[in-house]
């Protein structure tokens, strides 16, 4: 082995974090330059509106670099999820097997979706930050953000047109090209790769052998372009984060909806440690060891907002570095990211009462049990995108008789509480999958790969 292979080289989360560092103060450095101060004037939607000079290169020549990362992760999200499902299904090959994991899944994360909303209104509850936003306030951020409201409640209308067993019928795709030619489509694609991988343990093993010694090769070059897009990731998040700095909203809307944001960032915070707890339990693995695998999976959800995006690399994560078999994360884990949201329904339990605060209502506990029902579908309902969240929020509003105009009130913060949001989301997925991992005997040694955190061409890896 050269010197160089010899050297210890910086671990991904910690490149990922200097390159979240480097965005900030890259802008908060533009910002506070003559560029920041002087203005021009750009069209958004066919509208003039007054942005800095400083905002205007970050979101012409910096931001773009961000969107090319999260497209690419995207981008081989429905492959990653056809290729691995597939041969995660026929590697069970038995189907009672698959029923059992499955049944175990989708239980798991209704009880950890509860235990996030009940979480969420004990925060509110005890905190009561509704009441400490003055009716001026109020008042004006409801005037500011009613137009960007508006369009959150008119996605939401459509939603609510559906009937009852809409979801269910969504979930049979008429045409799989259809189904994996829309991101948003993701639970469809899984329903098909399940059927297929449940045909392809049916057949007779002579005939399954090539289909799946083929998805097992497309499987391997996909986790391979993972590991190509993680090279970009330091320079993605920077991207990002600076494109975002560049369009946070003035301290003094952070101001008056900090006890908003500190109920729901104390909410976040405890399913944090109880899912570590939860893992520590259950699996013995300590909070190192589960919060060091999986942290280049949160960073990145904190930086694209996006569980869908960063599925990627969760199940990269879950797999090699938390040690659960792939037949387990194949599975658990691209449905935890379109179902299973627990930081999504904590914020929309804490945001739907926080709105009822400011507008005088008191919730009594048959109210407060109708958010629990409705925040659980609604998160269970919420698309693994940014600010998906919000927009299902509605629907909760809409039930326990929240004025939806209220959405204009938290619009300005929601932003980096998707991010926080999101964060959680991943965890509890990566969670889930320990806890599915370990009750079926598929939780083993971490195996890390050895071209997985170290790029450079060694011996014949690459
Ligand atoms: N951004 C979240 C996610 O992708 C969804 C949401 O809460 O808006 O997990």
Redesign the pocket.
């Known amino acids: 082995m050269t010197k160089k292979q010899k050297k210890k080289k910086l671990a991904l989360h910690w490149k990922i974090l200097l390159g979240m560092a480097a965005g900030v103060i890259f802008s908060l450095v533009l910002l506070s330059t003559s560029w920041g101060a002087s203005l021009t004037t750009h069209k958004v939607g066919g509208e003039d509106i007054e942005i800095s000079r400083a905002a205007l290169f970050v979101k012409h020549w910096i931001k773009p670099f961000g969107n090319m990362f999260i497209n690419a992760l995207k981008l081989i999200a429905v492959p990653l999820i056809l290729a691995s499902l597939i041969k995660g299904v026929s590697d069970l090959k038995d189907i009672s097997k698959l029923s059992k994991m499955g049944l175990r899944t989708i239980s798991t994360y209704v009880v950890t979706t509860l235990l996030a909303v009940t979480i969420g209104l004990l925060v509110v509850n005890s905190i009561d930050p509704g009441k400490s936003i003055t009716e001026e306030t109020r008042d004006d951020l409801v005037q500011s953000y009613s137009g960007d409201a508006d369009s959150k409640i008119k996605d939401a209308e459509k939603q609510k047109e559906s009937g009852p067993l809409q979801a269910l019928e969504d979930l049979i795709p008429s045409n799989i090209f259809n189904a994996a030619s829309n991101n948003g489509n993701m639970l469809q694609v899984i329903v098909f790769a399940i059927f297929f991988g449940i045909g392809l343990i049916l057949i007779p093993e002579e005939k399954s052998k090539p289909v799946k010694a083929f998805f097992d090769g497309f499987n391997e070059v996909i986790l391979k372009l993972i590991d190509l897009i993680m090279l970009a990731a330091p320079v993605g998040v920077f991207a990002l984060l600076a494109g975002l700095v560049v369009e946070s909203p003035s301290k003094d809307l952070f101001a008056a909806l900090l006890w908003y944001s500190v109920s729901v960032v104390i909410g976040l915070f405890i399913m944090i440690v109880l899912y570590t707890l939860i893992v520590y339990l259950f699996t013995g693995k300590n909070p190192k060891y589960f919060l060091g695998g999986i942290a280049p999976a949160q960073l990145l959800a904190f930086s694209t ?4 995006a960063t599925l990627p690399v969760t199940m990269e994560r879950v797999e090699e570095h938390l040690g659960v078999k792939e037949e387990v994360t194949s599975f658990v884990l691209p449905i935890g990211a379109t179902i299973n ?1 627990d ?2 329904s904590l ?1 929309q339990a804490v945001a739907a009462i926080f709105i009822a605060q400011a507008f005088g209502m008191d919730l009594d506990l048959t109210a407060q049990l109708g958010i629990v029902a409705t925040a659980t579908l609604a998160s269970i309902g ?1 698309a ?7 927009v299902m929020l509605v629907i909760v509003l809409a039930q326990a008789g929240i004025p939806e105009a209220g959405l204009a009130l938290i619009f300005a913060i929601d932003r980096p509480l ?1 991010m926080l ?2 964060t959680v ?1 991943v965890t509890g997925d990566a969670a889930v999958s320990m806890l599915i991992g370990k009750s079926v005997g598929k939780l083993g040694d971490p195996q890390v790969k050895d071209w997985d955190d170290n790029y450079d061409p060694i011996d014949s890896n690459i």
């Open positions: 907002s996006s569980s869908a949201m930081g999504t914020y919420s693994a995108v940014p600010g998906a969240g919000m998707d949001r999101t989301n």
